[in-house]
Antibody
């Protein structure tokens, strides 16, 4: 079955760089018309899309966060990595990775459990 | 990309039907048939309920349906059940980026 699992630090300090890893199983990162998205959710707030990467390595980023984000993948390890620079307390959130499937359109059909990242000194 | 607009809350009694709206622009919801809906229970990850405006993934109850008119998409839940109480989010894929709505809290009275 398809699973995704996020891993990374629970606590980061302001100005530090956050690195999160999404390890997937049940599908390959080289599958055509599939990709992985990163989405975050501050406590008590709405979902916010951050970035996604397709099987052909095509990448897309949130316009407002583009300068701080980098997404990459290691197909052999079944991992997608997101880095976010210059972390700030407002970046405190649960970070989710999700499989992106494209048929008629693109949508996130399987989600990881999420990992809560707190930004504090 | 601005967030899509959803009502903050809706409510209904068991057995009733409710509709949640999701308003975007002619650049996202109005232009593409790329609207999805997600259900999120407290402390849980979102779950895909509707894709491509009106397609229900396997395993999702047929009490959930989606539609779109102009720049506004809608999620309708018929025969409300207690387990439907959750937060609901719409999203629109724009061809390169994704934008979510602000979320709607559904209360089953």
């Amino acid at each position: 079955q398809v699973t995704l699992k996020e891993s990374g630090p629970v606590l980061v300090k302001p100005t530090e760089t956050l690195t999160l890893t999404c390890t997937v199983s049940g599908f390959s990162l080289s599958n055509a018309r599939m990709g992985v998205s990163w989405i975050r959710q501050p406590p008590g707030k709405a979902l916010e899309w951050l970035a996604h990467i397709f099987s052909n390595d095509e990448k897309s980023y949130s316009t407002s966060l583009k300068s701080r984000l980098t997404i990459s993948k290691d197909t052999s390890k079944s991992q997608v990595v997101l880095t976010m620079t210059n972390m700030d307390p407002v970046d405190t959130a649960t970070y989710y990775c999700a499989r992106m499937r494209c048929s008629t359109s693109c949508y996130e059909d399987y989600w990881g459990q999420g990992t809560l990242v707190t930004v504090s000194s | 990309q601005s967030a899509l607009t959803q009502p903050a809350s809706v409510s209904g009694s068991p057995g009733q039907s409710i509709t949640i709206s999701c308003t975007g622009t002619s650049s996202d919801v109005g232009y593409y048939n790329y609207v999805s809906w997600y259900q999120q229970h407290p402390g849980k990850a979102p779950k895909l309920m509707i894709s491509d405006v009106s397609n229900r993934p396997s395993g999702v109850s047929n009490r959930f349906s989606g539609s779109k008119s102009g720049n506004t998409a809608s999620l309708t839940i018929s025969g409300l059940q207690a387990e439907d109480e959750a937060d609901y989010y719409c999203s629109s894929y724009t061809g390169t980026t994704l934008v979510f709505g602000g979320g709607t809290k559904l209360t089953v009275l």
